[in-house]
């Protein structure tokens, strides 16, 4: 009789060691926030599937979790993902495509990295992105005279910081059928006496886009699978994408369903004739990882660029007040 009892309770601790919930992950002696309504803070938590099971100490969450993975996070902070509220997620996988021209101090130094680039990565279509005039000692947008030296023959576009205006070449400028005559609203195609410096803000720019060569779909892949990598690697794990034609949309669509990307993606449908009539009768889209409820429209510019519409002139520029890129009555017959 004894050695029955002995064995039956022998049976129930076997039992009750193999009884464990399975997860994918358990991560142990960490210093969690988990940003509940108290702010709690946890030693370990356990995840299954790509989601949290439960939060605790690392012995609790050790004795009721059985992980295929198991990590020692040696006491350091983890925090739940960080999500990129106003961000160009597909843009900047295709700016690194481009010549890198963020944190560039002088013009100079602009026109070093283009040629650079350009000498490195020959392309028929040179393109750009990051130059801020205000980052620079002589604080003034730049011409396109040493752009028209350097490349005569290929045409040039070096977006702004702030995206909302381009540094064109002549090339570019002829491809695109611009000229001192090109009537434009909503934007300025800046002139210096009389002649037209390059420097183009807001809605001309959409005439030198229709002239660019469009990515491929390959090209658009790698793009938006770079700007995961990058986006990963700073803890972003959701991100609000200002502005996207329908195309991308599905694309990122497209690649979360086969598992080729794993970013959230809050899509913002861009303010286009097309794009409209696919989705405001389609309504909103939600599946596990994209979000589509919203249409992404620009009132005015942005002051960098002396495009943000405003009540008095520029300090800077007498008689300047920037402009609507997109008229008011147009916005309400949008909304």
Not at 81 to 97: P, R, S
Request: glycine share 8%; net charge negative.
């Amino acid at each position: 009789m004894k050695k029955l009892f002995l064995l039956t309770l022998l049976v129930m601790i076997t039992s009750c060691q193999t009884s464990k919930e399975p997860a994918d992950l358990l991560l142990l002696n960490a210093h969690i926030y988990t940003v509940n309504e108290a702010f709690d803070k946890a030693e370990a938590l356990a995840v299954k599937d790509g989601k949290i099971l439960e939060v605790g100490t690392s012995e609790y969450i050790s004795g009721k979790y059985d992980g295929k993975e198991v990590v020692d996070a040696g006491g350091k902070t983890v925090i739940p993902g960080l999500i990129d509220a106003h961000c160009h997620f597909y843009g900047l996988g295709l700016n690194q495509l481009k010549v890198d021209l963020v944190g560039t101090t002088s013009y100079e130094e602009v026109l070093a990295r283009v040629r650079q680039f350009s000498e490195e990565n020959p392309s028929n279509f040179i393109q750009g992105r990051g130059w801020d005039q205000n980052d620079w000692e002589v604080k003034e947008f730049p011409t396109k005279e040493e752009l028209d030296r350097l490349f005569p023959d290929t045409p040039v576009a070096l977006e702004r910081v702030d995206g909302h205006a381009y540094l064109v070449n002549q090339k570019a400028l002829d491809m695109a059928g611009i000229t001192e005559k090109t009537k434009v609203t909503g934007g300025e195609i800046i002139k210096k006496d009389g002649k037209i410096t390059g420097v183009l803000v807001d809605n001309p720019m959409y005439m030198i886009d229709a002239i660019i060569p469009p990515p491929t779909r390959a090209m658009d892949i790698k793009a938006l699978k770079d700007a995961e990598a990058l986006c990963i690697d700073y803890g972003l794990t959701t991100v609000n994408d200002a502005g996207l034609m329908r195309g991308t949309i599905e694309l990122i669509d497209s690649l979360q369903q086969a598992g080729d990307l794993s970013m959230r993606v809050y899509a913002m449908v861009s303010n286009s004739p097309e794009n409209l009539d696919h989705y405001l009768p389609k309504g909103i889209i939600k599946t596990d990882r994209l979000h589509v409820r919203s249409v992404k429209v620009y009132g005015d510019g942005a002051l960098g660029s002396r495009g943000a519409a405003l009540r008095e002139p520029y300090s800077d520029q007498p008689g300047h007040f920037g402009a609507m890129v997109t008229p008011v009555e147009d916005i309400e017959d949008l909304a």
